[in-house]
């Protein structure tokens, strides 16, 4: 009994670690993915080869595919929020934060989390900072790194200002 209780309490942390490094190098695999496909389809639309319209239908397929689902589902709750804040393209928008390494299947819930931080944004004007509640739940909950959480600052600072 008490080496079962030993093997426990020494495997369990291993597992946890190897779960963790297992998700960063899917994320890692899921960036190399997008950038990709970014390039081939920006490619073709140079060239003429598709049209932007089905440049972003490919996109928003992708971004269906990351959350596992099988076909395009789009919220239009979270739309209409961010078109009275004067963002016309969400989908444009959601590329972008794709382009910054923010995980498709989290898109939603970043969005969600900006929502509030432009309306924060909105209300404290110059003297904005990111509630501390915000922060952890852009690190904790979501995962997101320094980098792309500066990222969502700008960016609700810009879309604030209505000049996104």
């Known amino acids: 009994m008490k080496y079962i209780i030993k ?10 670690i190897a779960q963790e490094s297992s998700s960063v190098r899917g994320q890692s695999s899921d960036m190399t ?5 970014r390039e ?3 490619k073709a639309v140079e060239r003429g080869d598709i049209t932007r319209e089905d440049a ?3 996109y928003s397929r992708y971004r269906s595919r990351a959350r596992g689902l099988k076909q395009v589902r789009r919220d239009p709750v979270i739309e209409n929020h ?3 804040l004067g963002v016309d393209d969400l989908n444009k928008l959601k590329n972008e934060m794709l382009d910054q390494g923010i995980p498709g299947d989290r898109l939603d ?6 929502l509030r931080l432009v309306h924060a944004a909105r209300t404290d004007g110059e003297n904005f900072k990111m509630n501390p509640r915000i922060e952890a739940y852009f690190k904790d909950r979501l995962g997101l790194a320094n980098p792309q959480i500066e990222y969502l600052m700008g960016l609700a600072t810009k879309i604030a200002d209505l000049s996104y």
Do not use: Q, S, Y
């Open 56 to 58: 972003d239908k490919t």
């Open 7 to 16: 093997i426990i309490i020494l495997t369990f942390p291993l597992l946890l």
């Open 82 to 84: 961010f078109k009275d």
């Open 33 to 37: 993915e997008w950038t990709k496909l």
């Open 40 to 42: 081939k389809i920006e």
């Open 109 to 114: 819930a970043v969005l969600g989390g900006m």
